[in-house]
């Protein structure tokens, strides 16, 4: 347990529905991130947030769209999406500073049909 | 832009083995390097971080040791288990501003046979 939990853990969803993905840290730390792990790819960096603001966008599409209300909680809106958006999603924080680890969620693991 | 390659890309073992899993990077220009472990379908675990300017560090029968300028870094496990089967990734960190932006090779895959 890493103190950083995801929720929903798998998600099902058409090519035409809409769904967030919701990622909290009671770590008091202050940067997360969202990553997609597909199968056979490395992790990829999608979004990252520091002290609320969006540093970070790394050419994701405009399908994805990631909101961060506070310094605990990250959310990933999903809209319109493909089948090969299917993967893990993976949510990260790290505490201030670039010397730290990351902690990882365990995942939502996301079908698109 | 960094890339990271790890080598090899799946080992079976039998237990009690030491082994070692490579892992090479582009660009030196790192603050840190991280080896995690990520069980099937799960989130993934950090095992050892390794700052830049440190040369190794070791947890219970896990060592890592980094070698920046020649962008290598290899984690070493001293008698395995079968329970330490599972993907090994390697993260250098890099990148401007307040954040620690890591780049992720796509893993070693860990079979320890009882």
């Known amino acids: 347990e890493t103190g950083v939990t995801q929720t929903p853990r798998h998600l099902v969803m058409g090519m035409t529905n809409k769904k967030s993905l919701k990622c909290e840290q009671h770590?008091?730390?202050?940067?997360m991130y969202w990553y997609k792990q597909s199968a056979k790819k490395p992790l990829e960096l999608m979004f990252v947030?520091?002290?609320?603001?969006?540093?970070e966008n790394n050419s994701v599409p405009s399908r994805f769209s990631p909101e961060c209300p506070n310094s605990s909680h990250l959310f990933l809106h999903l809209h319109t999406l493909q089948p090969e958006d299917s993967a893990l999603y993976l949510c990260a924080s790290s505490p201030p500073g670039v010397a730290g680890t990351q902690y990882f969620g365990p995942g939502t693991r996301l079908t698109v049909l | 832009k960094q890339e990271v390659t790890q080598i090899p890309a799946a080992l079976s073992v039998p237990e009690g083995e030491n082994l070692v899993l490579n892992c090479s990077f582009t660009d030196s220009a790192i603050y840190n390097l991280q080896w995690f472990r990520q069980d099937p379908g799960k989130g993934l675990t950090s095992l050892l971080l390794i700052q830049s300017s440190q040369r190794e560090q070791t947890s219970g029968r896990l060592n890592a040791s980094l070698d920046k300028s020649s962008g290598r870094s290899t984690l070493y496990i001293a008698a395995s288990q079968p329970g330490d089967s599972a993907t090994y990734l390697c993260?250098?960190?890099?990148?401007?501003?307040?954040?620690?932006?890591?780049?992720f090779g796509t893993g070693t895959l860990l079979a320890v046979q009882p």
């Open positions: 993260a250098p960190s890099g990148g401007g501003g307040a954040t620690n932006k890591l780049i």
């Open positions: 947030y520091s002290l609320e603001e969006r540093v």
């Open positions: 770590l008091g730390h202050n940067a």
